[in-house]
């Protein structure tokens, strides 16, 4: 994928980071998938507001700041 691929040519402390903040937007995801086939669409819509959507921000945050350097160039 093209997150691993970048993992990869991260410096190590900028690489966990971002797989961390990967799984964990990744979790949430799944999450939040499972409560809305439940057909629980109230604790989807907590999941999405209060874990999903916070957690894309964090991923998407540390994504950029690993693509700035090929942005830049």
């Known amino acids: 994928t093209l997150v691993?691929?970048?993992l990869e040519q991260l410096p190590e402390e900028?690489?966990?980071?971002?797989?961390?903040?990967?799984?964990?937007?990744?979790?949430?995801?799944d999450l939040m998938l499972l409560?809305?086939?439940?057909?629980d669409l109230e604790k989807a819509h907590v999941?999405?507001?209060y874990d999903l959507l916070p957690n894309f921000i964090k991923w998407?945050?540390?994504?950029?700041?690993?693509?700035?350097?090929?942005?830049?160039?």
């Open 4 to 6: 691993q691929s970048l």
């Open 47 to 49: 999941e999405l507001q």
């Open 14 to 29: 900028q690489g966990i980071t971002l797989e961390k903040v990967s799984l964990n937007f990744q979790n949430c995801l």
């Open 60 to 73: 998407q945050y540390e994504l950029e700041k690993g693509l700035k350097p090929y942005k830049d160039s």
């Open 35 to 39: 409560a809305y086939q439940s057909n």
